[in-house]
Structures are given as structure tokens and as C-alpha cells.
């Protein structure tokens, strides 16, 4: 059922956001090294210290070993929701909201594991979490279920493997301007089209890089957001959408999943929608994913996205900039930036708003429509304004 | 087939066995693809749940389909996780199989006995079964009869 009630409605801030930066290989450094680093940083940026926390909630590391490893005295809320990250950003708006804390630190560790990469294996303080036996190759579950999804949209719409691939150049051009991207060397088609592939119809460049980094948010009242250093950002809306038949095999079609409720319950509950939109942050765990969302909030038809994209972008950069105007993953994705589950996407519509974006920088962006997660059991949404 | 739980555990190695799908495993052992239908709304559901989502009756009974069916979903690992008679240097298909029984009815395996460019979204197939680490495993083969 879908409601347009939002009492939370620009009634909750991202007072900062900041990053460590992503590497694609296997580093030194442990998930809590990177987190604490990403809130440190935040901590500084919006002039606040450990005590003046009493929330915290963030993926990977448990919440109870960031608060000690940070000394935060006392929090007063807390959890470890689920990825991609508008869970987090969600779980800490409704606590600042409804008074559950008032200052919530956030955080996210992408972190390279046998889940996402195999070649973590190398590394033996990674390996304690693949135990017992590989399951059978044959099920659609997890990440799997994109690409089988992928060869029903060419099947369906008998589009060429170039329309994922602007997706992923798209995603190189921008992270070339981005100093905390992972894979900044330029792509060609060429080279997208001739990359390994993992599973057919997907290949090595439609599949996100599994990085080593994190990302860290400080989430407040607006009021207290506008005491600290940084233009505050708000929270008009955030949805987390999924169906009933939400197993990948099971997924009624390429319009009926996840998306199609994040996409009704956010325009309902927020007063922009992507004309009104300054930047759009669609996810890009697998570039299918992103024509997938283009057409879900409908900047163009089904099947279209690929052709969209063709007419909003830039043929010599490879950047797309919808209508002229809106830019796309600016910081350069998941499959640039680095996989960040949702992460990335946040802190760059954050740092965009605040207008502190670098050479990224949108002019004048005031409003950023973020659609993370893919279409089964993790499809997300959040509209961002400035204050 | 009359096997304890301990011995079901043992002969399905890496899959994630419960008390809802235990008899779709049972099933297996004598070759029959035992899916979940509601006795009260006759609505079958895939993956084995313990009630029925449709009418939210707990009277729900592993049967046994026919598995006739069309490909719905189709793609080829080129690498995956290790398995008996798997080798990933020939690309392996993996198709979801929309099955004849109900509308959105699917159940995924693989495609035996056809090229890869045989294996296509919208192909008919039949149900067969493999041998794999000592326990049968459903698979497909391509069905001689017309596209739809």
C-alpha cells in the first residue's frame, strides 16, 4: 500500500559527509581502521568531537565496536541496518526524528570479502567467512539475479550491449574528477565491450569493483545542523520498496519489482520529481541496474534507457548530463568510484548540495533524487534539497 | 523417500536445507520436482514456504509437477563455484523455467544435451534429472515441440 504521509518530510539533516577514499585491491587495513578514519573526518568536518554523538549506526562493523573504538561516552540509539546504505540513512533520519537521538554518526566499511571478489582470499585475515561447502551453480540468487534479468531486458527489447556500456563509461568519465574513485584510467567502448566475461550477458565493466574505504554522515535536526560548518542538507523523503515475490527467480517482470514501489511511494511522499531534480544518483551495483532505474522513474520508456542515455551524453567524454542539465553518478558510481553499496552515491549528493564538490561541482544544484539498490529485496530512494 | 533429516543434510552438500524444503529434497531422491501448492486455494508457490501467501492457509503441500515449461531467464557462467561435472571453460547455462502448472511459476537449473546458441529466452523444455555428487539433480532439456 502506498501512502503519501511524511511527517519526517525536510524535518531531518545531513549536517557532512566524508570519505577515505576507495582502493581496488586488498589493503593493510581493517573495516574499523577505515571507519574510524571516514568519522573521525566527518566528526572534524562539522566541528563536533565523540560526546557531542548520541547515536550511531552504520554497516559491517557492529555499532557497539565503533562506539568503542571511537570513545563516544554515551549513545542513546543505535543499530546496523542492512545495505545499500539508504537503510542507514533511513534508520538514523526516523531516530533523529522521533527523538531516539539527535545527533546520529553513520557510517559504511566497503570492504573487500570473498562475497564480492575472490582474490580477497588471498589475504588469510579475510577468509574466516567462507565456511562449508559452495553452494550449486544453478540459481539466480544474490548478484546473479541481475544478470538473468539483464537477458530478459535484451530478449524483451533486442537493444545491443553498447546501452550498458555508456552506463559504465558514463561512470569512468566522472571519476576521473573524482581524487577518492578507485579505476580513474579512461574507458572506450572498445574496451568495455571487449572486457571478461563473468556471466553472460554481463561482463568484468558492468559488475562494481570491490573496494577497501568507508564512508561516514553526521545526520541531526535541522536546527542543529545549522550551528555546525556545513550547509545542512535535507531529508525530504526515503523509501525502502520491495514486493511480495521478491526472489530473483520469481520477480514478476522488468517493471514490477522493488522500484516500481520506491518510485510511487517517493513521488507521493516528496514535492520534486525528476524535473525537479538538480542531480540523479541511480545505483550502478551492475549497469543493468541503471537503465533499469532510468526507466522506473521515468526519465524515458522501457526498453529506452540505453537510447536515452545515447542522446544525454557527451560522445568525446563519455559523460551524460540529463537534458543538458542533470548530472549522473557525478563521482562516478559504484563501477567507478568504487562499490560502495549506496554509500558513495550519498556522500557525493551531500557534497554536491553543500556545493563543496571540487571539479565535480553541479552550478547551483540545490535538489539530488538518489535511487539505490537493485529491484528484488533492496530498492531504495531518497529525495535530497538543500536547506 | 524414507532418509532421516541428518542423511537429507548429507546427500544435498552446499545447499541450504530447512524445515520448508525439506520434502522438495526428498522429492528429489526419487526424481520427482516436488513444488509447494495450497490445498484450500490450489495457488503453487516456488520457493517452499510454510504458509501460503495468496490465502495465508498453512495447509500446503509439496507436489509433484510435470515440468513442462518455457525459459524465462537464460545466461552462461563463465566461472562460478566448483561442481561435479561443471567445467566453466564451456560457458554454463543457467535458465529460470516459467512452468506450465500456473502463470509466474519458475523454477532455475540448467539446460543438458544443447549448444549455447540453442539456449534461448522463450524456448520450450522438458523436466529431466542428473546424477550429481550422488544425488539427482533437475535439470532440462531443450523440448522438441514449437516456441511460444
Not at chain 1, 550511531?56 to 546496523?80: D, H, K, R, Y
Amino acid at each position: 500500500m502506498i501512502s503519501a504521509r511524511n511527517p519526517m518530510k525536510d524535518k531531518v539533516a545531513i549536517a557532512g559527509a566524508a570519505t577515505t577514499g576507495f582502493t581496488p585491491h586488498n589493503t593493510d587495513r581493517s573495516p574499523a581502521s577505515y571507519a574510524a578514519e571516514a568519522c573521525i573526518r566527518v566528526m572534524r568536518d562539522c566541528g563536533l568531537k565523540p560526546s557531542d554523538i548520541n547515536g550511531l549506526c552504520g554497516s559491517a562493523l557492529p555499532a557497539a565496536t565503533a562506539q568503542a573504538m571511537l570513545g563516544i561516552p554515551e549513545v542513546t540509539w543505535f543499530g546496523n541496518p542492512s545495505i545499500p546504505f539508504a537503510s542507514g540513512i533511513a534508520a538514523a533520519a526516523s531516530a533523529v526524528h522521533s527523538g531516539l537521538a539527535d545527533v546520529v554518526l553513520a557510517y559504511h566499511t566497503p570492504y573487500r570479502l570473498p562475497w564480492n571478489t575472490a582474490n580477497s582470499l588471498k589475504d588469510p585475515f579475510r577468509r574466516p567467512q567462507l565456511q562449508g561447502v559452495a553452494g550449486p551453480p544453478e540459481t539466480m540468487f544474490g548478484p546473479i539475479g541481475y544478470t538473468a534479468w539483464a537477458s530478459r531486458y535484451m530478449h524483451a527489447y533486442g537493444v545491443p550491449k553498447e546501452h550498458f556500456g555508456y552506463v559504465a563509461l558514463n561512470g569512468r568519465a566522472n571519476a576521473a574528477l573524482n581524487p577518492a574513485a578507485a579505476m580513474r584510467a579512461p574507458l572506450t567502448m572498445d574496451a568495455y565491450l571487449s572486457a571478461r566475461m563473468i556471466r553472460w550477458p554481463l561482463n568484468l565493466l558492468d559488475m562494481d569493483v570491490p573496494v577497501d574505504g568507508a564512508d561516514a554522515f553526521v545526520i541531526t535536526t535541522p536546527e542543529r545542523a545549522r550551528d555546525l560548518k556545513l550547509p545542512p542538507v535535507l531529508i525530504q523523503a526515503a523509501v525502502l520498496g520491495m514486493i511480495d515475490r521478491n526472489e530473483e527467480d520469481q520477480t514478476p517482470s522488468l517493471a514490477e519489482h522493488g522500484q516500481r514501489v520506491v518510485v510511487d511511494a517517493l513521488k507521493a511522499k516528496s514535492d520534486f520529481w525528476i524535473d525537479g531534480a538538480d542531480l540523479y544518483f541511480p545505483y550502478d551495483g551492475f549497469s543493468f541496474i541503471t537503465l533499469s532505474w532510468l526507466e522506473a522513474v521515468g526519465y524515458c520508456g522501457r526498453g529506452e534507457a540505453g537510447a536515452f542515455l545515447a542522446a544525454n551524453r557527451d560522445e568525446a567524454s563519455g559523460r551524460v548530463l540529463i537534458n543538458g542539465r542533470v548530472p549522473m553518478n557525478p563521482h562516478g558510481g559504484a563501477l567507478s568510484e568504487g562499490g560502495t553499496q549506496g554509500s558513495g552515491h550519498f556522500r557525493e549528493a551531500v557534497h554536491q548540495l553543500q556545493g563543496i564538490a571540487g571539479a565535480r561541482q553541479a552550478p547551483g544544484a540545490r535538489t539530488a533524487l538518489v535511487t539505490t539498490g537493485g529491484m528484488f529485496f533492496n530498492a531504495q530512494g531518497v529525495t535530497l534539497r538543500r536547506a | 523417500m524414507d532418509v532421516s533429516d541428518e542423511g537429507l543434510v548429507r546427500r544435498f552438500r552446499g545447499y541450504a536445507l530447512d524445515h520448508d524444503n525439506a520434502a522438495h529434497f526428498r522429492g528429489r531422491l526419487d526424481r520427482r520436482l516436488l513444488l509447494n501448492r495450497c490445498g484450500d486455494c490450489g495457488q503453487w508457490r516456488h520457493p517452499p514456504r510454510p504458509i501460503c501467501p495468496g490465502c495465508l492457509s498453512p495447509n500446503v503441500t509439496p507436489t509433484a509437477v510435470a515440468g513442462d515449461g518455457t525459459i524465462h531467464l537464460a545466461i552462461f557462467l563463465h566461472q562460478g563455484p566448483p561442481a561435479d561435472g561443471v567445467d566453466y571453460a564451456k560457458p554454463y547455462p543457467v535458465v529460470t523455467v516459467e512452468l506450465d502448472e500456473q502463470p509466474g511459476l519458475r523454477f532455475t537449473s540448467t539446460v543438458i544435451g544443447a549448444p549455447k546458441e540453442a539456449i534461448t529466452i522463450g524456448r520450450r523444455v522438458s523436466l529431466d534429472w542428473i546424477e550429481r555428487a550422488g544425488a539427482p539433480l533437475p535439470v532440462f532439456r531443450l523440448n522438441d515441440g514449437s516456441d511460444r
